[in-house]
């Protein structure tokens, strides 16, 4: 097969995707019974991969995911693509609850910082060097 004398063509399309990949929408209206969040929800319990009742929290979906990694017939492509999702996910609930818990405690702290600034604006230079004696 000749090369093409221009060289490499390059196609519109990123290399890492298809183009014939779908798009989500058409993924979700493919033929399959889970279509929402009822039906996904109810195919996990039947399935045993979640507990009826158990809260979808990132863990536990990340959980699940490892989980549907070791099914019969997995392919090493699907399960690698798999579990990066599940590591991801579960990077990405540790960065959320980090944020969490630093505005409750910059929410918890403010006012008592604010009367720290509000006294010390009250201070004078007097009071400080007397302070500053006794230690």
Request: proline share 7%.
């Amino acid at each position: 097969m000749p090369l093409n004398p221009k060289g490499p063509q390059k196609t519109s399309t990123p290399p890492t995707r298809s183009s014939s990949r779908l798009a989500v929408n058409e993924i979700i209206a493919s033929n399959s019974e889970v279509k929402d969040i009822v039906s996904a929800q109810n195919y996990l319990t039947q399935t045993a991969m979640a507990i009826s009742g158990k809260p979808y929290s990132v863990d536990n979906l990340s959980d699940i995911l490892f989980h549907i990694t070791q099914l019969p017939g997995m392919t090493l492509p699907a399960q690698n693509a798999i579990r990066a999702v599940a590591f991801l996910l579960e990077e990405a609930a540790e960065i959320e609850m980090a944020d969490k818990v630093a505005k409750l405690v910059l929410t918890a702290i403010t006012p008592q910082i604010a009367k720290l600034q509000d006294t010390s604006g009250k201070t004078s230079r007097k009071d400080f060097i007397r302070f500053s004696e006794i230690f």
